[in-house]
């Protein structure tokens, strides 16, 4: 084998590999929303949730998405570890459809022509004005690619006669000497290639071509194709290494699930493959070398159909067995992953530190991180109150300082949320994400200026501290005015969690219009009283500053409504 043929080899794969992601991205692009949608309602009992897994897999042809999906969906809280195991188990049922086409369409079936016809097909659509257009034509790209790069890989692979090339036959045979340990090692193999390809189904294209031209025999590919499957949970498990505990559970329980089906395969490993083989008319443990060709070449072409009839029945047959015991996997993998005190002042909650999701599920994660920074800024505000009327001085700077360190989080929140979107924004985004990814960095901008202000009240009240009292209508005004911006804060909140079809933005508007007639009263009441000597002019200073940043935190809050709502006014001025 000459470096040329190599490098053929690995182009091909990588033909076969970006018509993959290419398809899978186009058509989270063109259907994401609806199939977030599914996977977030159909999941109501374990069996709808195996239905879902295994039908958004078969539609997007990737259970590495559809697994990073779930766990996305957990780590964000809308799902259950229970239900995200069921959908699990499912997507390792939907990924098998991928080596049904390419047993059906890339070995029995001619599909050069089809391939450049499909290419002709999308180049209206690429260049369309319209996103949805534009994504079903990426979809039909990536589906002409798929099969250019598995028609070209079969071939290449012809036309090298492996089944000529002794070191390589010699290679196969020596290794599937070795009785159990062969098996092992195969498994081993497959596992190791499919976490280095990232792909499972580039790795199964590559163990059909070598069992289809009889270069591998059927037992060390069926080998391969259960490593395959536990290499597969590995992408999951590293992306969510810094996740939450429930997100890095259900990784878990993915590699738990694969790794329970190859045990149990393990154990009825010869038994099992000679009955599927069966199931084609195929004898197993045939002598290819007393076979007249014809008989070769007939049984290498039904070893493609072998393979992916093993590959469904592995999985189905391991998930009918599981299913009745996910809360079972679900104790286990708590118990492996025990929840933990963990310092959530230094970290974001719901981005991943490590690998991201597909561009277009990445903005779940930032919408949840958003709720999340709203949430940390109302906490910060909370702690208001208590400076207010903190008369300790040690108690005092303790929780100036807090307050200082929330105001330094903040900052860094707002940094690594904007990073992380431009990294989002790199990708391939429908129009509707892009405006997504806008209106999110908006937010962001509007939630730190929140926490700008509370940090600029908690300092007017350091400046203030031991030198200058506040008279008692004073702190009532300043009490009710805190409750009217605290009310605010949490019905952004609430809009922020149940979205805008559910926002009544007359409540937003009535809020707003009450707390800024309020200032006015304040301001022109406050020169009143300095004027009648009723509190010094210093005193009258920290207030109406303390007033204003309170007024400035209800104008921040509407505009992370508005940015929410793709920029639309709710509040005039």
């Not at 794969?13 to 949608?37: C, I, N, V, W």
């Not at 699930?257 to 190859?262: I, R």
């Not at 730190?448 to 009240?457: A, K, T, V």
Request: glycine letters at 6%.
């Amino acid at each position: 084998m000459s470096f040329f043929d190599v490098v053929m080899v690995l182009g091909c794969l990588a033909l076969l590999m970006f018509g993959m992601k290419t398809m899978s991205e186009g058509l989270q692009k063109f259907a994401g929303g609806t199939l977030r949608k599914v996977l977030g309602a159909m999941t109501s009992n374990r069996f709808a949730g195996v239905l879902t897994g295994a039908g958004v897999t078969a539609a997007i042809q990737s259970s590495t998405a559809t697994t990073l999906m779930t766990v996305s969906f957990v780590n964000a809280g809308l799902l259950t570890l229970i239900q995200a195991i069921s959908v699990i188990m499912g997507a390792n049922i939907g990924t098998t459809f991928t080596a049904w086409i390419m047993a059906l369409f890339g070995f029995t079936i001619d599909l050069s022509k089809l391939s450049w016809l499909l290419f002709a097909c999308a180049i209206p659509f690429i260049f369309s004005d319209k996103g949805g257009r534009k994504s079903f034509g990426e979809f039909l790209f990536g589906f002409a690619f798929m099969f250019l790069g598995l028609i070209t890989l079969r071939t290449h692979a012809s036309d090298m006669n492996l089944q000529d090339n002794m070191a390589v036959v010699n290679f196969f045979r020596i290794t599937g000497d070795w009785g159990f340990f062969s098996v092992l090692l195969y498994v081993i193999i497959g596992g190791l290639l499919t976490l280095c390809v990232q792909s499972s189904a580039a790795i199964m294209a590559i163990t059909m071509i070598l069992c289809s031209t009889g270069v591998l025999p059927i037992y060390q590919g069926i080998a391969l194709v259960m490593g395959e499957n536990i290499g597969t949970t590995l992408t999951s498990n590293i992306a969510a290494m810094n996740a939450s505990s429930s997100a890095r559970r259900a990784a878990l329980a993915h590699l738990v699930f694969n790794t329970f089906g190859v045990v149990w395969v393990l154990i009825v490993f010869k038994p099992f493959v000679r009955l599927i083989c069966s199931c084609w008319g195929v004898d197993a443990d045939a002598d290819t070398s007393v076979m007249d060709e014809q008989a070769v070449t007939e049984m290498n072409y039904k070893l493609t159909f072998i393979l992916a009839t093993f590959h469904t029945a592995f999985n189905i047959i391991n998930t009918t067995v599981l299913i009745g015991f996910t809360k079972r996997i679900e104790q286990l993998v708590c118990y492996l992953i025990p929840s933990k005190e963990e310092d959530v002042d230094f970290r974001l909650q719901f981005i991943p530190q490590g690998l991201m999701s597909t561009s277009e599920l990445s903005l779940l994660e930032a919408q949840k991180e958003t709720s999340h920074f709203a949430e940390r800024a109302l906490r910060m505000f909370d702690f208001i109150y208590t400076l207010l009327h903190e008369t300790d001085e040690k108690e005092f700077v303790k929780l100036y300082t807090r307050i200082e360190k929330y105001e330094n989080i903040s900052d860094n929140m707002e940094v690594e949320i904007a990073n992380y979107l431009n990294k989002v924004a790199e990708g391939r985004l429908s129009p509707e994400s892009k405006q997504k990814v806008q209106a999110i960095m908006r937010e962001v901008s509007e939630l730190e200026s929140i926490c700008d202000s509370i940090y600029n009240l908690a300092r007017t009240l350091n400046n203030k501290y031991g030198k200058n009292e506040f008279t008692s209508q004073q702190y009532d005004n300043l009490h009710h005015m805190m409750d009217l911006v605290k009310t605010d804060m949490e019905l952004m909140l609430q809009f922020l969690a149940k979205g805008t079809k559910e926002l009544d933005t007359s409540v937003i508007i009535n809020q707003e219009h009450e707390i800024n007639h309020f200032r006015s009263q304040l301001r022109d009441r406050n020169i009143q009283d300095v004027n009648d000597r009723i509190y010094p002019y210093q005193t009258g200073v920290y207030y109406i500053d303390m007033v204003g940043d309170l007024e400035k935190i209800g104008d921040y809050v509407v505009n992370v409504c508005e940015a929410r709502m793709g920029g639309q006014k709710i509040v005039t001025d």
